[in-house]
C-alpha cells in the first residue's frame, strides 16, 4: 500500500519514484494499492483534485481516495494546501459545501 496526501506535498516527487519503479519493473502498478486524501480546501472541487493528484503521481487511476478531513474551508485553488483565513487569523470554514455534495 502506498499513501500519499496533497497536504503532505509528497505527490509530485512520489510520482516521480512510482513511474521510475513501474518503468524499470522494480514493480507492477497492478501490485499496488495507492491511497492519496482530497484536501479541505478542495472538497466541492473532488473530481479536480483527484485528477491532479492523479497527474502528480503520473497514474491512470487511484486505487483509493479519501477525504482528509471532513470539514470543507474555502476554496484556494485545486491542488492548493494552504488555508484561507479572516482578518483576525481565523479559517474560513466553507458551510455551503456537504459531505454529500463531496
Known sequence: MCLFAAAYKSEAEAG????EAIKTGLV?????????KLWNSD???????CRDSSKKLQ???L????????IATK????GKTGSATDEDGVQGIDTIISMETT
Open 16 to 19: 516521480e519514484a512510482l513511474a
Open 28 to 36: 507492477k502498478r497492478e501490485d499496488l494499492f495507492v491511497t492519496t
Open 43 to 49: 472538497q466541492g472541487h473532488a473530481v479536480e483534485a
Open 59 to 61: 497514474l491512470d487511476y
Open 63 to 70: 486505487d483509493l481516495y479519501l477525504i482528509h478531513f471532513p
Open 75 to 78: 476554496h484556494i485553488g485545486v
